[in-house]
C-alpha cells in the first residue's frame, strides 16, 4: 500500500486532501516485456500510445508555428522576400495541413482522448489495442509523409489545406508534393477512423459499473460525439481524396475539365462535352461534407476540456449537466448540414437552407457559453494557469464564434469572402478551441500522466502572452479583411493602407510565439526538477484522479462506486456528495469497490455471454 | 445499452429528415448521398445495439445502482505488446509511396502488410504475449 501526499498548489493558496491510497499494480507485464525503443515500437497501452499522439502533434504544432511566423514576416512589407510566391504558397498550405490534418485534430482525439477517456470510464485499456496502436503508426507514418514533400522536385503541395479542383489537378499542382499531400491525408484519415471506432467501443463497452451514459464524464461525452462526427466525415475525405487522385494520374474526369472538349469545326467552336467532363465544385462539395464537420471535430473535445477544467477550478459541479450533452450533440447534428456555407459565392448552392442551419448552430452554442458561465457564477475560483486558459478560450470563442454567426448570413459573406476577416474569423475559433483549451488541458492532465506539476508562475506568463499576442496577431486581420485585403497572398499593394495592420499582427504572431517558448522552458524544468504532483493535486471530480499519478498498467487496482458524475469528488468528500443515494448510494464500505482489470491473455469475458463481441484487434 | 442505441438511431432519424427536407428543396444528388449514407451510419450499428438491449438486458455499466463488484473478473483481453501494428503501418506507410515515387516500394510494402496481417493472427490465435 503506497500513501501519496499531495503538496500545495503554489499560487493558488489550494491545499488537496490527502490522495486515496492505491496500490502498485503488478501484472508482470511490464517486468518482462520488451525494453528500451521496442517497448515503444510494441506498446500497446493507451496512455503511451496517447503520450506518442501528444508530443508528435506537439513538435508538428511548433513546425507549423515557424511556418507562420515566415509567412508574417513576408507580409510585414507590401513586397516582402523572405520568400518567393511558389514558397510561400507551400508555406500557407502546409501549415494549414499540419494545424488541422496532424496537430489540432489528433492532439485531442488520438492523444488526449486515448489518454484520458479509458481512465474516465474506468476502463483498464481501449477496447482495440492493436488497432489503437496502428492508428498511430499510420498518423506518424502521414506526417512524414506530408512533410517529404519538402524534398521533393517541385517542392511541397501549395494549393492550400482545402485542395480546391482544378487547382489541385495535375496541370495546375504538377509534381510529387501533391500526391504525397493526397496519401499522408488518406494515411491520416483511416488513423483517424480507427480511433473514432475504437473510441465508440471503449465507451460503449468498457465502463465501469455505475458509470452510466449520462454520468460520464463531458469530456468524454464530447469524445464520443467527436467519434461519430470523424466516422460520418473521414470516409467522405477518403473517398474524394481517391477520386482526385485518379483524376491526377488514371484519366478520370471526375472533377477535372481538361482534355473533354469536343472538336471544333467550321461555325461550331471547342465546347465542355457535358457528357466527359467532370464537376470541379463537386469536389468543394465532397470536401466540406468532411471540412465543416472537421472544424467541430476540432473544437468539441476542446470543448470538453474546459467543461472539464471550470467546474474543477470553480468548485463547482457544471452547470446544466444534461444541457451540456444534448448541446453538443446538436451542434454535431446541425455542423453536418452546413457544409455548403463555404460555397455561398460559386452560386449552385440551396442558401436559405445553408444559412438556417449555420445560424441555428449558435442557439447549442448559446446554451453552452450560458452553462460554462453558470459553472463559473458564485463559484470559489481559482485562477490557475489551465483556468486562466479557459477564460482566454471563452473570450477568443466568443469572437470567433460571433463573426462566424456573421459569415452565416449570404450577403456579409458574398462581401468578406476569401478576404482576411475569414482568416481572422477562422483563427479565433480554432486558436481558441485548439490552443488556449488544449493548452488549458495540458496544465491540467499533466500532473497526471507525469506525477509532476507544472510551475504556475511560468504558466501565467505563458497565458498572459498567449493572450495578449493572440488577439494582437488577429483583431487587426478583421480590419485587413474589410479594406478587403485577400488571404493567401504573399504581396499587396503600397498604396492600401494594409502595411500597419500587417506589422501590428506579425509583432502579435511573435508575442505568441514567445509564450509558446515559456511553454518549453516550464516543461524543461518539469523534467529537470520535479515537484512531485500526488494523484489529486487540484481536488478534481473525475474518475481518472482516483488512480495514481501516473497510472499504473491497466490503470485502476480498485475503483469508487460510481454514483454521479463526480466519482472521485464523492469518495474524497462523503460530507457533500454530489447527488445523495440513500444508504447504499454513496457508500464507501469494502462493499462498494472492486477489482476489475484486463486479463493480458487472450481469455474470454466471464459471465458476459450474451455480450457481443468486443475482440482484441 | 439503451442509450447507446437510442444515441446511434438519433443519428439516423436526424439525417434521414434533414436528407429528406435536404432533397426536395434541392434535388441535389452529391448532399442527398452522404446524408442518407450518415443515416445509415447510425441505423445499422443502433438496430443492433437496440437488438442486444432487448435481449440482453442491463449491463452493470447501464445501471445507476450497480457496484462495481457487480462487473469483477475479466473484462475484456488486452494484448501486452505487439510488434504488428507497427510493422503493419510501415506496410501501408510503403504502399502508399508506391502511388507516389513508384512501384519499387510495393513490393515491401506489400511484404509487409501481408507479414503483419500473418504475425497479428497467429499472435490472436496464441492468446500470448509476444
Known sequence: MTDVINPPIEGTGFIPPPAVPVEPETHGHEEHGPTGILKWLTTTDHKVIGLSYMITSLALFYLAGMMALVMRLQLTSPSG?????????????????????????????????????????????????????????????????????????????????????????????????????????????????????????????????????????????????TAILILIAFPVLTGALIMLFADRHFGTHIYEVTGCMTTASPGHPAVADPNACGVPVLWQNLFWFFGHPEVYILALPYFGIVTEVLPVFSRKPVFGYKGMVFATMSIAALSTGVWAHHMFTTGVVLLPFFSLLSFAIAVPTGIKFFNWIGTMWHGQLRLSAAMLFCIGFLFAFLMGGATGVMLASPPLDFFTHDTYFVVAHFHQVLFGTAVFAGFAGIYYWYPKMFGRMLDERLGKWHFWLTFVGFWLTFLPQYELGLKGMPRRVASYPADLGWQSWNVVSTVGAFVIAAGFAVL??????????????????????????????????????HLPPIRSERPTWDYNHPDTPTIHHGPSGNGHGPGGSGHRTGDGSGAAPSGAALQPPVGSS | MRIESLFLLGVAVFFGCVGLIYWFLSYEDGGFLMLIGSCLLGLLPGSYYYYWHRRMGDRPEDRSDAEIADGAGVVNSFPASSIWPFVLGMGAFMTVLTFVFGAWFFPIGAGLIITALIGVTAESRRGGHV
Open chain 1, 520 to 557: 518549453l522552458v516550464n516543461l524543461w524544468i518539469s523534467w529537470r526538477n520535479p515537484v512531485p504532483a500526488g494523484s489529486n493535486p487540484w481536488d478534481a471530480h473525475t474518475l481518472e484522479w482516483f488512480t495514481t499519478s501516473p497510472p499504473p498498467h491497466h490503470n485502476y487496482t
Open chain 1, 81 to 225: 522576400s523572405v520568400v518567393s510566391f511558389q514558397q510561400y504558397n507551400e508555406l500557407f498550405t502546409m501549415h494549414g495541413s499540419l494545424m488541422l490534418y496532424l496537430f489540432a485534430g489528433p492532439f485531442a482525439f488520438g492523444g488526449l482522448a486515448n489518454y484520458i477517456v479509458p481512465l474516465q470510464v474506468g476502463a483498464p485499456d481501449m477496447a482495440f489495442p492493436r488497432l489503437n496502436a496502428l492508428s498511430y503508426w499510420l498518423f506518424l507514418s502521414g506526417s512524414v509523409t506530408m512533410l517529404l514533400g519538402f524534398f521533393v522536385a517541385g517542392g511541397a503541395a501549395d494549393f492550400g489545406w482545402v485542395a480546391y479542383a482544378p487547382l489541385s489537378n495535375a496541370t495546375n499542382s504538377p509534381g510529387a508534393g501533391a500526391d504525397l499531400w493526397i496519401m499522408a491525408i488518406a494515411l491520416t484519415g483511416f488513423s483517424a477512423i480507427f480511433t473514432g471506432v475504437n473510441l465508440v467501443a471503449t465507451i460503449f463497452y468498457l465502463r465501469a459499473p455505475g458509470m452510466t451514459m449520462f454520468r460520464m464524464p463531458i469530456f468524454t461525452w464530447n469524445m464520443l460525439v
